[in-house]
């Protein structure tokens, strides 16, 4: 089964400090893995994937394929990083639909 | 180009009435796709097309709910003999055909039944 879990909903740190977003996966084969972010009032937007391997807006996430972890990192923290994050994976065949985990919402205290 | 459109933003509905949503993809994306959202969720799967053809349902799209995207550009979404629990929020997300290219989501229909 494919499944993506988020084990925090609500993660709050202050402005500055390191910010890691837990992600850990289930699926039988080699998924793509996804970060998605929705800033307020704004629309679900593609973050990162780790097939790209790039830093955006300071974020990396490493795909540990033994832990089955994608976790979500930023070294400091801003504050306009406040948002809801959504790990997701898809297949590399067929629909490539996107199965989300719950999300985390990221507040960055000043 | 604006982004995935969708139309209307919000509808409000009674119960057992039938309701349609549109969603304008990216002009030249050739895939398209439906979610539905709900509160404290991530968005789950629904249907998919590939050009106007429908390729993959899921188990979720009782046979209330129909998709179309006949000319294989706009796709719309019906669900007929609404329920309480069809109140959501209807994503539409659209992307190009080659492997894993990223799906860009539009703003929702966000359905409320009374």
């Known amino acids: 089964a494919q499944r993506v879990t988020q084990p925090e909903k609500l993660l709050s740190v202050f402005k500055g400090a390191p910010v890691e977003l837990k992600c850990n996966y289930s699926?039988?084969?080699?998924?793509?893995l996804f970060w998605y972010v929705q800033y307020s009032r704004q629309r679900l937007q593609l973050l990162l994937r780790h097939i790209s391997r790039e830093s955006i807006k300071g974020f990396t996430a490493d795909l540990n394929k033994g832990e089955t972890s994608f976790h979500l990192k930023k070294p400091f923290a801003q504050e306009e990083d406040s948002a809801m994050y959504y790990c997701a994976l898809s297949g590399r065949e067929g629909a490539q639909k996107l199965v989300f985990g719950q999300g985390t919402r990221l507040t960055i205290n000043p | 180009d604006t982004g995935v459109s969708q139309d209307p933003r919000h509808k409000i509905t009674k119960r057992g009435q039938n309701v349609t949503f549109r969603c304008d993809p990216i002009s030249e994306h050739n895939r398209l796709y439906w979610y539905r959202q709900t509160l404290g969720q991530g968005p789950e799967f629904l249907t998919y097309f590939q050009n106007e053809a429908q390729l993959e349902k899921s188990r979720l799209l009782s046979d209330r709910f129909s998709a179309e995207r006949p000319k294989g550009s706009f796709s719309t979404l019906e669900i007929q003999r609404t329920e309480q629990g069809d109140s959501a929020m209807y994503l539409c997300a659209s992307s190009l055909g080659a492997f894993n290219q990223p799906q860009h989501f539009g703003d929702g229909t966000r359905l409320s039944i009374l």
């Open positions: 699926y039988s084969g080699s998924p793509e």
